[in-house]
């Protein structure tokens, strides 16, 4: 048995059903070629050319992962991988021709979890694929279990403090669920933390991200906030973040830097 096969069969452990992925590809060879390996792989693929049909498969599926072209017929995969990020608990792979790095940091900032480019190994493919579902089947496990154990923690339990752990990379929230962070959102809350309840000018927070001053077309930092309340729902908790429009962003309650 293979190194893909056995990382697969431990990704589909962690639920009844195998993998399932849709993949969006306008190229009809290459898509069905795609197809074809991962299925032998056990993974199961729904593929489609267009983004009219993502979202049209997307109403009537459930989908682990989500293998985004960027350059289809009808939208961009940037946009596709931007609603999913917004509001569906998928793994975004970006599967594209277009190696640049505008468009690899782009592609990240609306979503992308990977960002591969074409030609790609089928089995590098697969891995990616195995390792990424389970993050996500766990990620979904635990915001199941902080739902259910919610309506048992006792009231005074909810005004304990958010924890920032700077050495670790980690938000821990007041029930003590850990959220793993990158080091510029770890930067972006220890911001936050030091401000005290105050709200952070949004220039001051965009140098965070390479911008010398507030851009009003830059999007990078709503991206990583939006990033930021997707890691914590998925933690199954609710990250209070008030964004001031136009002024800045300021964190409600209390957070302490450990």
Do not use: C
């Not at 590098?124 to 923690?153: F, G, H, P, T």
């Amino acid at each position: 048995m293979t190194t893909t096969v056995l990382s697969l069969q431990a990704a589909k452990s962690s639920s009844d059903r195998a993998v399932r992925v849709i993949l969006v590809e306008d190229d009809h060879d290459l898509r069905q070629g795609i197809a074809d390996y991962l299925r032998l792989q056990a993974i199961e693929v729904t593929d489609v050319a267009s983004g009219a049909g993502f979202y049209t498969t997307l109403m009537d599926g459930d989908f682990d992962i989500a293998i985004l072209d960027v350059n289809l017929p009808d939208v961009s995969g940037f946009e596709l991988a931007r609603v999913i990020s917004s509001s569906k608990p998928m793994g975004v792979i970006m599967l594209t021709a277009r190696t640049g790095r505008e468009d690899r940091i782009k592609g990240y900032e609306q979503g992308a979890d990977l960002y591969l480019t074409k030609p790609v190994d089928g089995e590098e493919l697969a891995l990616a694929i195995a390792n990424l579902a389970r993050r996500v089947r766990s990620a979904a496990l635990s915001a199941k279990a902080m739902a259910d154990r919610k309506d048992r923690i006792p009231e005074h339990a909810q005004e304990r403090p958010w924890l920032l752990d700077l050495q670790r990379h980690r938000l821990i929230s007041p029930e003590g669920v850990p959220i793993l962070l990158s080091g510029r959102e770890a930067m972006l809350v220890e911001q936050l933390a030091r401000a005290a309840g105050a709200t952070v000018p949004r220039n001051v927070l965009d140098t965070l991200f390479g911008n010398s001053s507030s851009d009003p077309e830059s999007r990078r930092l709503d991206a990583a906030l939006r990033r930021l309340r997707m890691k914590a729902r998925a933690a199954g908790a609710d990250l209070p973040l008030h964004v001031v429009h136009a002024v800045g962003v300021r964190f409600i309650g209390a957070l302490n830097v450990v």
